[in-house]
């Protein structure tokens, strides 16, 4: 009965019930309804702790070592936008926002009847065959070290029974189960690390509007919803990750620096808990935070000076899952593995999503996709996790070669990721400096190749080698040790 009502209305009349909650906890502790100054006693005292509410401060926490060493990640965009799958996961922006696209409106008029709304697309997410198991089988099987699940993204509906959304949650409409909570359970049972997407914001929600409406001088939004999610997520869930997403507004309207504190100081996960960079629309992003984002698809080939990561999508043409997704549109195994060997290379992780289906199943190409990137990491994961970046990122001779290093017992091993096959007996890199030590393997293949140095580079032999010998079907490890650069 509620879902019938107009939703705006709806969130108003829900949002001032929260509203009244919260400044009775308010005026029953003596204190803001979250933690953002030094007498916030649930909370700890922010300026006696080892990070300070500035980025400065922020800024100078190391990222821990777990996550610069897992390399790979699965991002999942799931939520009630997966149920009209269509368009993309701003779906609702682009059919009812400031400016609507003639396509989605046209798509409405033909499938849905008139005065059907955004709210009456929740009942159908039902989520009927989600095996948070099974996904997380997938997802071991596909050599990720950690996922990202997105617990709400900007329309607002929370994938968790949270106290601070009624009626738009995935607990009292839809699924009627807490999405987050059982992934998260499933995943870490495999030893995988959880991470929580987040949306500080929500396109349509009449409190983040009026603090829109009066340039972010007023929290009403802040202080009743988003911070009050996040601190819920992270005392019930203790994600490993916190991706937050979406800021339209400063990061001072946000209390960013506040919560990041209270995050690395006094929260469940302080020493394990990674951030990335959205956290404002003020210069924040790519500048501040834990490791950097900067953009979607971001792939800069180029070695970076800060950790950061490359969310991009299976689906070359969105994030949900699309009921129009033809085969052209799924990314091929060798554009994977180059995006892998480009991205590590450079110093960054690979965040890469798949969009479920409403009924909850993760769709047999997108499965096909992460098992065979699990195939390829079994063969070549000693160049990929734990890796750093060399001297050399792209080969200065052959644009198919990137190289990663590692630590050895004399100086590094340096890895060659050869994203095509040799066509001749000889495969020229022009920035090993070999020594008279060095050796050189074929990960996954105990053939010899030999080798010599001359004034264009190391050339390495290349025997013909039959195809049921070959390690793996798409890109090629070169390990070479000893190398005196």
């Known amino acids: 009965m509620m879902m019938s009502l107009n939703l705006k209305l709806f969130i108003i009349i829900i949002d001032l019930l929260i509203i009244i909650v919260s400044l009775k906890s308010t005026c029953a502790n003596g204190n803001s309804a979250w933690p953002n100054r030094a007498s916030d006693s649930d909370h700890g005292n922010y300026y006696e702790k080892r990070y300070e509410p500035n980025w400065k401060s922020i800024d100078s926490r190391p990222i821990p070592q777990w996550y610069d060493d897992a390399k790979i990640g699965i991002f999942l965009h799931w939520g009630v936008f997966s149920v009209p799958s269509y368009a993309g996961a701003w779906f609702w922006y682009w059919w009812q926002g400031p400016e ?38 997938i997802f071991k099987s596909s050599g990720a070290k950690y996922i990202v699940l997105t617990t709400k993204h900007h329309e607002g509906f929370c994938n968790w029974p949270t106290n601070h959304s009624f009626n738009w949650n995935a607990m009292d409409v839809g699924p009627r189960r807490d999405l987050v909570g059982d992934l998260a359970v499933a995943v870490r049972k495999r030893g995988l690390r959880f991470g929580a997407y987040h949306s500080l914001f929500e396109w349509f929600h009449p409190l983040y509007l009026q603090d829109k409406a009066n340039n972010f001088t007023t929290q009403n939004f802040v202080r009743t919803k988003t911070l009050p999610e996040l601190y819920e997520l992270v005392n019930t869930y203790k994600p490993d990750i916190i ?98 060997a480009q991205v590590v290379s450079c110093g960054g992780n690979l965040l890469i999503n798949v969009g479920p289906t409403k009924e909850g199943t993760i769709v047999p190409i997108f499965e096909e996709r992460l098992r065979q990137m699990g195939e390829w990491l079994a063969v070549n994961g000693e160049a990929i996790y734990a890796s750093k970046p060399w001297s050399h990122q ?35 890199l022009a920035d090993p400096v070999p020594s008279e030590d060095t050796v050189i393997t074929l990960l996954g293949s105990s053939i010899p190749f030999k080798w010599a140095h001359s004034a264009d580079g190391l050339e390495i032999n290349v025997p013909a080698i039959p195809v049921n010998k070959m390690p793996c079907k798409w890109a090629w490890t070169f390990k070479l040790t000893k190398i005196t650069n």
């Open 243 to 340: 991706w937050s997403d979406g800021p339209d507004g400063p990061d001072t309207y946000w209390n960013a620096t506040q919560f990041i504190a209270w995050l690395y100081n006094e929260s469940p996960v302080k020493d394990e808990v990674v951030t990335n960079d959205r956290w404002g629309n003020n210069g924040i992003m790519c500048h501040h935070g834990g490791y950097y984002t900067c953009d979607d698809h971001y792939n800069p080939k180029s070695l970076q000076k800060h950790k950061f990561e490359d969310p991009t999508t299976m689906d070359k043409k969105g994030w949900e899952y699309r009921r129009d997704l033809q085969l052209s549109d799924i990314q091929t195994m060798e554009e994977v593995v180059a995006l892998i």
């Open 100 to 137: 609507p696209r003639p396509e989605i409106i046209e798509f409405m008029k033909k499938n849905y009847p008139p005065g059907f709304t955004y709210a009456d697309f929740a009942p159908m997410f039902t989520a009927e065959f989600y095996n948070p198991d099974v996904w997380a089988d």
């Open 394 to 428: 792209n080969d200065s001779y052959n644009p198919d070669v990137w190289y990663t290093s590692k630590k050895a017992e004399n100086g590094y091993d340096v890895f060659a990721i050869v994203l095509k096959w040799p066509t001749t007996s000889k495969l020229l």
